[in-house]
T-cell receptor, first 113, second 114 residues
Framework: EPEVTQTPSHQVTQMGQEVILRCVPI?????FYWYRQILGQKVEFLVS????????KSEIFDDQFSVERPDGSNFTLKIRSTKLEDSAMYFC???????????FGPGTRLLVL | AQSVTQPDIHITVSEGASLELRCNYS??????LFWYVQSPGQGLQLLLK??????LVQGIKGFEAEFKRSQSSFNLRKPSVHWSDAAEYFC????????????FGAGTILRVKS
């Protein structure tokens, strides 16, 4: 069964560094998403991406964040100048259609020291 | 404001007992409704979803959920819990008018005792 994959599974970085989180969505899916879950808190929407552009973003998704689909398979989340409060589990998701089930990857646990 | 409420943070049930996890939402009209499960160290796995039609939906692993419009609820049930069901369960809502995104409840942690 097709699934969303994410790398790395864990990432430790120093405050102020840049990180890139990678995702490979399900191959025939057209809509891509990033969510995050700070420890002990709700899963929160960050951004949705369709047709090579951001279709929607939350207020969390400020200039520190960017997304890209650099090729036909990968979908990345870049966090510039990381802060302690960026420590969280980051989930990638994809869906075939806009109004359709979103399938999630296993997540990348980011720890900013 | 639109919200999803899971009133139980933790629930403990005995193995073999029945289970009901509650979910309420505050949206003007019926949204699309989902239940996801997250096992320790794992991602979010879809259990079931409701878009329209029969208000009782069946999912994987023996779970079912019932949509009740009058109560704005979408409670998850399982008649007989197994130890492997211990996980965190998230109710999520999708309403296109409010954006192309899922809005999650806070989650309910299920503990199963033998």
């Amino acid at each position: 069964e097709p699934e969303v994959t994410q790398t790395p599974s864990h990432q430790v970085t120093q405050m102020g560094q840049e990180v890139i989180l990678r995702c490979v969505p399900i191959s025939n899916h057209l809509y891509f998403y990033w969510y995050r879950q700070i420890l002990g808190q709700k899963v929160e929407f960050l951004v949705s991406f369709y047709n090579n552009e951001i279709s929607e973003k939350s207020e969390i998704f400020d200039d520190q964040f960017s997304v890209e689909r650099p090729d036909g398979s990968n979908f990345t989340l870049k966090i510039r100048s990381t802060k302690l409060e960026d420590s969280a589990m980051y989930f990638c998701a994809s869906s075939e259609l806009e109004v359709e089930t979103q399938y999630f990857g296993p997540g990348t646990r980011l720890l900013v020291l | 404001a639109q919200s999803v409420t899971q009133p139980d943070i933790h629930i403990t049930v005995s193995e073999g007992a029945s289970l009901e996890l509650r979910c309420n939402y505050s949206y003007g009209a019926t949204p699309y409704l989902f239940w996801y499960v997250q096992s320790p160290g794992q991602g979010l796995q879809l259990l079931l979803k409701y878009f329209s039609g029969d208000t009782l939906v069946q999912g994987i692993k023996g779970f079912e959920a019932e949509f009740k419009r009058s109560q704005s609820s979408f409670n998850l049930r399982k008649p007989s819990v197994h130890w492997s069901d211990a996980a965190e369960y998230f109710c999520a809502v999708y309403k296109p008018e409010y954006g192309n995104k899922l809005v999650f409840g806070a989650g309910t942690i299920l503990r199963v005792k033998s």
